[in-house]
C-alpha cells in the first residue's frame, strides 16, 4: 500500500468522522428544538390572571373530610391524591351554570387528549344539593359528559366545610318548594397531586384558555 492511498484513507475516515459530527449535532440541535417548543409555555402570574386563573404562593390544606362517591362509596381527602384535579361544586338540578362548566371541562379535558397530556387528571363535581342528589343521581349526571368524571356527595356540613376550604359559597335559595335552587360560587378548584388547593379558574370558561393556563400551572409546579 503506498503512502499516498495511506493519507488517502485517512482523509476519508477523517471526512466521514467530520460527517458524523456534524449529523449528531444538527440532531442534538433539532431535539432541542422539538422538546423546546412541545414543552408547555409558562405563564407568569399577572399573565395567568389575565387568563382568570389565580394561583397561591403557597398550596392550602383542605380540612379532613369523608363523603361519598357517585358509585356510592366512602371518599375522603386520598381521592386528590396522585392526581391533579378539577372541581366544580354545582348541582344536577341547576339548569344551565353547572351544565356548561361541566361540558366546558369536557372540552378542556378532550384538548389534553389531543396533547398527550390528559394522564394523572381528575374532573370531578361536589354536589351543593346533597339532598337530592344522592350517588345514583349523580352517577349518570356525571357520566353523560365523560365516563371518567367523578363525583361526591354526602352531609351538608362536611360539603360546607369543603367547599369553605375551596373557597365557593352556596345557599339554598328561600321558596320554590321541592323544586328550589341554590345559589353558588362559579370557580373551578385547582388541586394539585398532594390533595392541596393550588388556585382557581374565574368564570367564563373557555377550554382553550383552561388548557393553556392548566399546563402553565402543572409545569410550574415544584412539588
Not at 423546546?36 to 389565580?54: E, G, M, Y
Not at 349526571?141 to 359559597?169: C, H, M, W
Not at 370557580?187 to 390533595?195: E, L, M, Q, S
Amino acid at each position: 500500500m503506498t503512502t499516498a492511498t495511506i493519507d488517502h484513507e485517512a482523509q476519508s475516515r477523517g471526512i466521514k468522522r467530520t460527517i458524523f459530527a456534524l449529523l449528531a449535532l444538527i440532531a442534538l440541535i433539532g431535539l432541542g428544538f422539538f422538546y423546546k417548543f412541545t414543552q408547555p409555555r409558562i405563564l407568569s402570574p399577572s399573565d395567568l390572571r389575565a387568563n382568570n386563573v389565580w394561583v397561591f404562593e403557597t398550596a392550602r390544606i383542605p380540612r379532613d373530610f369523608v363523603l361519598l362517591d357517585e358509585r356510592g362509596e366512602t371518599a375522603t381527602n386520598a381521592i386528590f391524591e396522585g392526581k391533579w384535579t378539577l372541581i366544580f361544586f354545582g348541582f344536577t338540578n341547576c339548569p344551565d351554570i353547572c351544565p356548561s362548566a361541566m361540558a366546558q371541562m369536557r372540552d378542556m379535558q378532550t384538548m389534553l387528549r389531543d396533547q398527550g397530556r390528559d394522564e394523572n387528571v381528575q374532573y370531578m363535581l361536589v354536589s351543593v344539593d346533597p339532598d337530592r342528589d344522592t350517588p345514583d343521581v349523580l352517577g349518570p349526571y356525571v357520566e353523560f359528559f365523560d365516563p371518567s368524571f367523578r363525583a361526591l356527595t354526602g352531609e351538608y356540613l362536611t360539603i360546607k366545610q369543603l367547599a369553605t376550604d375551596f373557597n365557593v359559597a352556596f345557599s339554598k335559595v328561600p321558596g320554590g318548594g321541592e323544586f328550589y335552587s341554590v345559589d353558588h360560587s362559579g370557580n373551578i378548584a385547582i388541586v394539585n397531586p398532594y390533595g392541596h388547593y393550588q388556585g382557581f379558574i374565574r368564570p367564563p370558561f373557555n377550554p382553550g384558555q383552561m388548557v393553556l393556563t392548566f399546563n402553565s400551572v402543572r409545569a410550574s409546579w415544584r412539588g
